[in-house]
Each structure stands twice: as C-alpha cells, then as structure tokens.
T-cell receptor, first 115, second 114 residues
Framework: ETGVTQTPRHLVMGMTNKKSLKCEQH?????MYWYKQSAKKPLELMFV???????ENNSVPSRFSPECPNSSHLFLHLHTLQPEDSALYLC??????????????FGQGTRLTVV | AQSVAQPEDQVNVAEGNPLTVKCTYS??????LFWYVQYPNRGLQFLLK??????LVKGSYGFEAEFNKSQTSFHLKKPSALVSDSALYFC????????????FGKGTTLSVSS
C-alpha cells in the first residue's frame, strides 16, 4: 500500500462511452501525475498537476481530459477513445515543492481496455 | 531535455549470482536519479534514489546503485539475486527543477532462474 489509490482497477469501455479514472492520495503531497504504460513502450508522462494547477501536458489527445479539484484527488476523464488507448494508466504523487530529490509514489493502476 | 536509457530489454541471471541492470541518463545540471520495480499488474514501487553525496546508494530488498558522473550512469546492482527479484525495473531521472515529473526509461525485465 503506497498511499495512492486508483479506481477502478479494471475498465472495459466502448469507443463511444464516457468514463472517468479516479486517483486519491493520502500522503499530503502537492503534485500529481498521470502516466500511460503500454506494452513494449516506455512509460509516457501525460499530465502534471502542481498545487492543483496543470503545469505540463505532453501533447495528449483531447479525448483525455484531466481534472484536479484539490491536492488529494486527480481524475482522468475519457471519451471517444480508440483501441490503441488500451493500456495501464498510472497515477502518482510527490511532494513537488519539497525539492527535485523527492520520489513519486504510484497507485496500482487502472487497466483500460477499449473495445 | 532530460532522458534515460536502459539498453537491455531483458537481463537473465541465476539465483545466487550478482545482478546488474544498466541505466544511463542525460540531464542539464545535477541529476536526481531513481530506481523503481514493477511486479505484474501492479504499480511502480520505489527502490532507491541518488540526490547527492556517496556515489553508492543502498535501497530496499538488498538493492544498491552506483552513480558515475563521468559515465552518466546509475546502474542497479544486487550481490545475490533471488527468484522473487524477477520483475520489471525502471530507471528515472528528474532535473534540478523541483515540481517536474520523473522521466522514465523503457524498463528492463529481470528474470532470475532457480
């Protein structure tokens, strides 16, 4: 248990559906991240939130929409996804203002399958 | 731009033998380096990090890593491998700027045979 909880653990959705991934951290961190992990590919950074403001968006398609309502919660809203979006989506948090040497803590991930 | 390279997709070792998983990095300024491990269908678990000071860093489960500035490397090591060490290992780097995200290598699968 890392203190970062992701729900749901597994999600199967059709290409026309709308769903949301949820991440919650109980560590008092002020930075949160979404990563995408696809088979045979490096971990891809998608979004970075620091102090509830989005500070980085790595050219992610608009069908992925993040939301950070407070420092403990992070959402990833999904709509009209493609089969190639099937992947493990990982949420992480860190004490962003604690210095560059602070490690990130990861949730268990949501295994997303788009059919 | 910062980046990490893990040149080996897979490393195979026999139980009881020493293991090394390689990592090289590129970053402006002083690097902050991390190793994570991932077991099947799980998130990433933090193993160890280098910030400053002693080049040999000790971490969880008997792992250690050696920082080499001249070779821009941060190889993960363990003197005696266990079958339970079999997993996917990621090296990551963050530049000097706090608040930026970790950038990860593509991962190396470690397979320890009994």
């Amino acid at each position: 248990e890392t203190g970062v909880t992701q729900t749901p653990r597994h999600l199967v959705m059709g290409m026309t559906n709308k769903k949301s991934l949820k991440c919650e951290q109980h560590l008092g961190h002020n930075a949160m991240y979404w990563y995408k992990q696809s088979a045979k590919k490096p971990l891809e950074l998608m979004f970075v939130y620091s102090l509830e403001e989005r500070v980085e968006n790595n050219s992610v398609p608009s069908r992925f929409s993040p939301e950070c309502p407070n420092s403990s919660h992070l959402f990833l809203h999904l709509h009209t996804l493609q089969p190639e979006d099937s992947a493990l989506y990982l949420c992480a948090s860190s004490q962003g203002q604690g210095g560059a040497g602070t490690e990130a803590f990861f949730g268990q991930g949501t295994r997303l399958t788009v059919v | 731009a910062q980046s990490v390279a893990q040149p080996e997709d897979q490393v195979n070792v026999a139980e009881g033998n020493p293991l090394t998983v390689k990592c090289t990095y590129s970053v402006s300024g002083n690097p902050y380096l991390f190793w994570y491990v991932q077991y099947p269908n799980r998130g990433l678990q933090f193993l160890l990090k280098y910030i400053t000071g002693d080049n040999l860093v000790k971490g969880s489960y008997g792992f250690e890593a050696e920082f080499n500035k001249s070779q821009t490397s941060f190889h993960l090591k363990k003197p005696s491998a266990l079958v339970s060490d079999s997993a996917l290992y990621f090296c990551a780097v963050r530049g000097w700027q706090a608040g930026t995200a970790l950038i990860f290598g593509k991962g190396t699968t470690l397979s320890v045979s009994s």
